[in-house]
């Protein structure tokens, strides 16, 4: 009779041998590799992250100066600093040659300024000076300043009466490897594939995940996936220096601005202190992408200084002296070069003819536009001056010859300054405003349009007889757009401006044009351009004229 067999349990055959010996699902060896990977993927990523939310606040300056002293302050946070400068001075020569500091007044920055190029940290790298080995340093330490028996006595000095007991210099150059990183950080290998459950490829000795390229890293500036992302201490080759700019920037910087070195930052200790390794290398990168940034911001820069200056050769270099009238003028041009003007021409007999105007649009081109018909202007009002309309007749005429894609403001009076007689003629632009001790009122040129608009432009001229003691204001409607407010308001509030003015103001169109754009704009004309507009870019245009 045979036996029973026994029951079968969760598919475990009973009658099959135990094994002698059980290996170890997770071997001691594996375990430590696996974990130190883990945390150095941690680190990675939070120092990208890191990387990440400072760029992008860098990248939302719009100017030179918060651009730089956005740099001091995401650099003084990633190397424990508390005070720091940035001097900026580009290799090619062209400018600009700035400083700023953080934590520093204009005082602290001239005595720093004091210390001889060779021995402040700054000027070490501006200078490009080589180390004796024959390479150039990618940083410039100095851990305790007060100790260094080398360092040139002044810097010790100032150093001393400013407080700072070292300094950690980085130079800006957007092409310029990041500090490398201390020998011997080299990554732990990575367990094979599937070893873990974890599905971490095998590791090569470099750190970097080998099936991890497929996934996009996080949105730091030209770094494409993990495996082309930038070096961090541990997670890369040891000893090996930072990875080159990706082509995106490399292509940013050749498209145009100045490329080479920029200038150089550094930041101040309070106590003897030096940056870490993985300080050093996040600065640097973080100075590397800040460096790109910059070199686009100096190219704007240098593009607006040049059309300011050619709008400003286009412009009078200053107003004729005409008995029995004074005059004055403030112009503010915007950031972008627009194309409005103002002239004071002296014509036959003793007159005097003033125009102001602009042509639509905004840049060179506008600027160009602007001279040109300028230029005609003073000519036709050589000619025939005494009849403003056939003056803006003839420009009308030029700017459809010349011009067909362009319209046109403009605004021509004939003074006769002897007998106080004003006749006048407007094209699209701002009625001018008389104002003086009894009355202000705006002079009504009649609705009339832009030059360029119509296919025969024709509107009547306007005669006016300002009193002794009067002043007539032209102005640009950039005036009017840099309040803010509706066309209506705008208006109403320059009207309370000039009424408003003091007695002894009135004499004096320098005082009466300060007083008006004080008034209209109390926060100044250069902050009033970044204030909502049509196009946020228009020129600032008053000019006074004042009858004795």
Known sequence: MNSPHAPKVAGIDPSLPSPTQTADPVTPPLAAPNSGVQDRLAGWVSDLTT????????????????????????????????????????????????????????????????IPRGSASAGHLLDGLPEPGGERRADVTHPDI????????????????????????????????????TPGLSAIPAPAPGADGSGIGTGTGTGSPAGAGDHPAPGVPGTTSVTDA?????????????????????????????????????????????????????VGLYCQYAAAHIARLIE????????????????????????????????????????????????????????VGGVSGSGPSAVVAMGRLRASL????????????????DLELLLRLTEPARSATALFAYCEPGTRKVVLAGAGHCPPLLTGERRTEFVETTLSAPLGMLSCWEAPSVAVAPSSGETLLFYS????????????????????????????????????????????LPDGPAASVGRPSEDGTEDLVLLVAHFD
């Open 230 to 282: 930038p070096h961090v201490p541990g997670i890369g080759h040891a000893g090996e220096s930072a990875a080159a700019p990706s082509p995106g920037l490399t292509a940013a910087m050749g498209a145009g601005g100045p490329s080479g070195r920029l200038g150089a930052a550094a930041w101040l200790y309070d106590e003897p202190a030096e940056p870490a390794e993985r300080q050093r290398h996040l």
């Open 51 to 114: 990387l990440h939310e400072l760029t992008e606040r860098l990248v939302r300056t719009d100017t030179l100066d918060e651009a730089l002293r956005e740099l001091l302050r995401a650099g003084a946070s990633l190397v424990g600093a508390r005070r720091g400068l940035v001097a900026l001075e580009p290799a090619d020569g062209l400018g600009p040659v700035i400083t700023v500091g953080l934590g520093l007044g204009h005082a602290d920055l001239g005595q720093i300024e004091t």
């Open 477 to 520: 409607d950039g005036l009017l757009h840099r309040t803010g407010e509706p066309m209506d308001r705008a208006f109403t509030r320059l009207h309370t401006a000039a009424a408003s003015a003091p007695k002894g103001v009135r004499g004096d169109p320098d005082a009466f044009a300060d007083h008006v754009l004080r008034t209209v």
């Open 378 to 393: 003073r000519a036709y009002a050589v000619m025939e001056g005494e009849d403003p309309v056939a003056v803006l007749s």
């Open 146 to 181: 007060a100790s260094e028996a080398d360092l040139d006595p002044r810097h010790r000095e100032v150093a001393a009466r400013l407080g700072f007991s070292a300094s950690y210099a980085v130079p800006l150059d957007p092409f310029h490897a990041a500090p490398r990183t």
């Open 300 to 355: 704007l820069s240098r593009a607006r200084a040049a059309v300011a200056t050619v709008q400003e050769e286009l412009l009078p270099t200053r107003l004729p002296r005409v008995p029995g009238v004074r005059l004055a003028v403030r112009h503010h041009p915007g950031p972008r070069g627009g194309g409005d003007w103002y002239d004071a021409l002296p014509l036959p007999d003793g007159a005097l003819g003033l125009s």
